[in-house]
């Protein structure tokens, strides 16, 4: 796309410039806050802090109840996520490759979690737990995220489905591949990408789960024990753990960007 | 219709690159009030480039772009009056075709009274106004797009690959009713394709263009029968190349030996014996005899593949290890050649070009 | 016209593998029967129940919850300050976004990567720690009172956090991405022939932006409210920790019910008007659309 010499002026440009270093500068500034503060010599919110140091990293190292938080919150997370990966990609599959009855509203109830509340959801889900035998704890929250995930892997797997060409399918048939062996060789390392994001997606929405986690986890996953440290005492332990938290979103992001470029020129939303 | 000596258009001497790509290189080109001309030329050739700058949508490195008489260079796209159709038509998806008509005498604050069923008239799309673009099909956005870029008034017709999109039909239909409204309502046009049916069909005058120049301009006629370069032969028609050596030289007649049993006459002055040429020749110039004819000494050929095309049929000649391509009337009573028969080339010396030879105009 | 694509070209379902895509679509049932529509079921059902301050919930049937919580002038007051605030948020971050959006859809080749970058990454880090961030920003001894003493404007620190300013402001850098990301593809979807179309015909830079920008971003207008309306009206976090407890907020009011007052038929209530609430704004905006956009429906 070339934009016209003359057709637009230079003035609106320079403007929407500024505005735009702006509101990145928004976007950004709590997170970088927040890992500044994690290196405070205070102990407070004080900012600009009065010196630097690592003693709340080492705080946040140390303490027992975020350790503990953060391992329920990895496993809760890689199991809900990975619940979600074979569920979602095989509901996309289901959406994208057969024309069936009912697909319209089979895909419409698949996508219904990602647009209730999770404060909803996750009361819903407190209410039937006695119905289905089990208790508010661990297995209750990783049931309760893989809700959220499913709907969110198939959603990314069918934006990278969106450029499939299903003729593949038929060539590879044409070849002499089964059904099997068609889904192994063709579709499945052409969807992956897909997949991979979707699930990175899904373990990191769980990972920051509150709404959920609320009525079901008994307090216990790392957000909420983070939640519950600030409204006690704000000090930079949490901004500690801020850090560690920002750096594990900062590793999934490189693999998350493609299938976001699919998703943000595509077809997505 | 041609007013005389009115430039409506005058491009000279305007060059444009993008990071060290000339796009265009130093085009000249005067466009009289009325007139209908084509900017023929390859993908990458400079075309659309060159048109963008007459719209403004682009600015010139160098060079000066007159409308009207009036310095356009660097007057932003807005204030221009050029009216341009689209190659995608850009109709706005969010107006109905009434909307699309008067939306550019609206912003130019000009009067609308009556215009959109004049324009409607004109393209006979008065059923469609009330619609939106979406619920058109390829011909009718067309006649839209062009009823669009008339309702400004502008004082040149930029067309872009304007018929590109439509089947072959529908788009042969529509060039023929386009070059006849043009023409009735006088308006200057610039047309950018890259095919030459359509250039031919609906031009006065054809610039032939190759890596941003300008390599012949002039009527249909000009450019197909006497084009003034190698790469303007090439590019019109389908054609042969061949080069052989001079044998007999004769004041202005020059006759090549191409391959064995085949000796080309051409007009030109000869160079001399023994000395190699490159000439072309088009493949509806090589015509197929069953008998050896007497102007030309040429040995016995056989036909290797021979495609019935309808109007014609082409044919695959060899000749001592040279293919030849030719292309002959298929009138229901001729005997059509087939492959395997043995036939005689038939080439008349002015069909012959001579492409390596700057130094004579052909 | 990518979209004509995807859809294309029906897959030659064969008549013997009906229960094919059954199949594939037996996971996600597995999980969501259980977990997901069963339990909506089941909070309609229980917010038709009475509470009981010693039995806690007693089968009912009856609508009481709901006429109490629509009379009651404290659920009201809840009802009004939620859908007051998520407005508020919605309009505010489609303000901020279109410019935005509009710059990086048509001006930022080069960085576009970096800025979406910018967008995404907010949604990806914890929302406590992002909410920690405003805390810095806001508090009393924080960054901007800390510029604004120093660089005179103020004599005193201003009260942001725990007051509603604040947790508006946190509000809107939440959900500002969702604001920004469907008018970024609403804007990018525009063809640049459309710009020089508009432009030829003779309208200004301002009146392209007027004319034809503005009415086909709509669409992405639309869903961006959305997004964010539903998003604010049943945020949990920046109420119950940047908020005042003087502003009540509907999601933070569920979980007390729920939990604290024992009040669960209530909370299930609520929760339901929650709903109720997201599916009237889904409904308006789309009647709104078909109104002012209504190519958009073939496009």
Excluded at chain 2, 284 to 292: H, N, T, Y
Excluded at chain 3, 46 to 66: E, G, H, I, K, Q
Excluded at chain 3, 149 to 161: N, Q, W
Aim: proline share 5%; hydrophobic share 55%.
């Amino acid at each position: 796309m070339v934009t016209g010499a003359s057709g637009d002026s230079r003035t609106i440009k320079t403007a929407l410039t500024l505005y735009a270093i702006a509101v990145t500068a928004f976007l950004l500034l709590p997170l970088v806050l927040a890992v500044v503060l994690a290196f405070s010599s205070g102990n407070n919110l004080q900012f600009p802090p009065p010196g630097l140091s690592v003693q709340w990293i080492g705080k946040a190292l140390e303490s027992r109840t975020l350790r503990e938080g953060f391992m329920i919150s990895a496993v809760v997370g890689v199991v809900s996520s990975l619940i979600s990966a074979v569920a979602g990609t095989a509901a996309a599959i289901a959406i994208n490759h057969f024309r069936f009855k009912g697909r319209a509203a089979a895909q419409a109830l698949l996508m219904a979690p990602l647009s209730l509340p999770g404060i909803v959801v996750g009361l819903a889900i407190l209410f039937a737990l006695p119905l289905l035998g089990m208790s508010s704890g661990v297995l209750a929250t990783i049931a309760g995220h893989a809700v959220i995930g499913t709907p969110y892997v198939a959603y990314m797997v069918l934006a990278s489905l969106a450029n499939y060409d299903l003729a593949l399918d038929r060539a590879a048939a044409n070849l002499g591949a089964g059904r099997f062996r068609t889904f192994r060789d063709i579709t499945l390392p052409l969807i992956a990408p897909g997949i991979y994001a979707g699930t990175i997606c899904a373990f990191l929405l769980s990972f920051d789960n509150v709404a959920l986690s609320l009525f079901l986890s008994n307090g216990n996953t790392l957000p909420l024990r983070l939640m519950q440290s600030i409204q006690v005492y704000a000090d930079p332990t949490v901004a500690a753990a801020s850090v560690i938290l920002i750096l594990m979103s900062l590793a999934a992001l490189p693999f998350l960007e493609r299938a976001f470029r699919d998703a943000s020129t595509g077809r997505a939303i | 219709m041609h007013a005389p000596a009115a430039n409506a258009l005058k491009i000279d001497g305007v060059s444009k690159s993008f990071n060290d790509v000339h796009a265009v290189k130093s085009c000249s080109l005067e466009v009289r009030q009325g007139e209908i001309i084509s900017l023929l030329g390859a993908s990458g050739c400079g075309k659309t480039t060159l048109l963008n700058l007459i719209a403004g949508f682009e600015l010139p490195d160098s060079g000066t772009i007159q409308l009207g008489g009036r310095d356009i260079t660097v007057v932003p796209p807005h204030q221009r009056r050029t009216g341009m159709v689209f190659q995608h038509y850009a109709l706005f998806p969010h107006m109905t075709v009434q909307e699309n008509i008067l939306y550019g005498p609206k912003v130019q604050g000009a009067s609308i009274e009556g215009l959109a069923a004049e324009m409607a008239g004109l393209l006979k799309i008065e059923a469609l106004l009330q619609r939106y673009p979406s619920q058109l099909s390829g011909g009718q956005r067309q006649r839209v797009a062009v009823a669009r870029a008339l309702a400004v008034k502008p004082e040149i017709l930029l067309l872009d690959e304007a018929f590109s999109a439509l089947d072959r039909n529908l788009r042969e239909e529509m060039q023929i009713e386009l070059s006849l409204l043009l023409r009735r309502l006088g308006i200057t046009t610039i047309l950018v394709t890259h095919d030459q049916r359509e250039a031919f069909s609906l031009s006065d005058r054809i610039a032939v263009m190759d890596g941003g120049q300008i390599g012949q301009i002039g009527s249909a006629k000009e450019v197909y029968r006497q084009p003034a370069s190698s790469f303007v032969f090439g590019f019109l028609g389908s054609s042969n190349r061949m080069s052989g050596s001079v044998v007999a030289r004769n004041n202005a007649v020059t006759d090549l030996r191409i391959a064995e049993g085949l000796i080309l006459r051409c007009n030109a002055p000869g160079r001399a014996l023994g000395s190699e040429m490159c000439v072309g020749v088009r493949a509806e110039s090589v015509q197929l005899a069953r008998q050896p004819t007497a102007v030309h000494r040429s040995h016995p050929a056989t036909v290797s593949l021979a495609t019935f095309l309808g109007q014609t049929v082409r044919s695959v000649v060899q000749i001592e290890g040279l293919s030849v391509v030719s292309e002959t009337i298929a009138a229901a009573d001729i005997e059509l050649p087939v492959a395997g028969d043995l036939v005689f080339l038939d080439i008349a010396e002015t069909a012959v070009h001579v492409l390596d030879n700057p130094g004579v105009p052909l | 016209m990518t979209q004509a694509v995807r859809r294309s070209g029906p897959v030659a379902a064969m008549r013997w593998d009906g229960w094919l895509p059954w199949l594939w679509l037996l996971p996600a049932t597995i999980v969501l029967a259980p977990f997901f529509f069963m339990p909506l079921l089941l909070l309609f059902r229980n917010s038709l129940n009475r509470d009981d301050a010693v039995a806690l919930m007693v089968p009912d049937f009856t609508a009481a919850n709901y006429i109490k919580a629509l009379t009651d002038p404290f659920y009201l007051e809840l009802f009004s300050n939620t859908i007051g605030a998520a407005l508020l948020v919605a309009i505010t971050a489609t303000v901020i976004a279109y410019p935005f959006a509009f710059f990086i859809a048509r001006y930022a080749r080069r960085s576009l990567s970096l800025v979406i970058w910018a967008v995404y990454m907010p949604l990806f880090v914890s929302v406590i720690v992002r909410v920690f961030g405003w805390m810095i920003m806001l508090a009393d001894s924080g960054l901007l009172n800390n510029l604004l003493l120093r660089a005179g404007i103020l004599a005193t620190p201003l009260r942001l956090l725990f007051e509603v300013d604040g947790m508006l402001i946190g509000m809107i850098h939440r959900y500002l991405p969702l604001a920004i990301l469907p008018l970024f593809n609403a804007i990018q979807k525009i063809p640049d022939e459309l710009y020089r179309a508009s432009s030829n015909l003779g309208a200004t830079p301002v009146g392209v932006i007027r004319d034809v920008v503005f009415p086909l971003s709509i669409p992405g207008v639309a869903i961006g409210l959305q997004l964010v309306f539903a998003g604010a009206l049943s945020d949990f976090v920046l109420p119950q920790i940047l908020g005042s407890s003087r502003f009540r907020m509907l999601a933070p009011a569920i979980y007390t019910e729920a939990t604290t007052n024992m009040s669960v038929a209530m909370a299930a209530a609520l929760a339901v008007l929650m709903l109720v609430f997201i599916i009237i704004t889904l409904a308006a905006v789309s009647v709104l659309l078909r109104r002012f956009a209504p190519w958009a429906r073939s496009v």
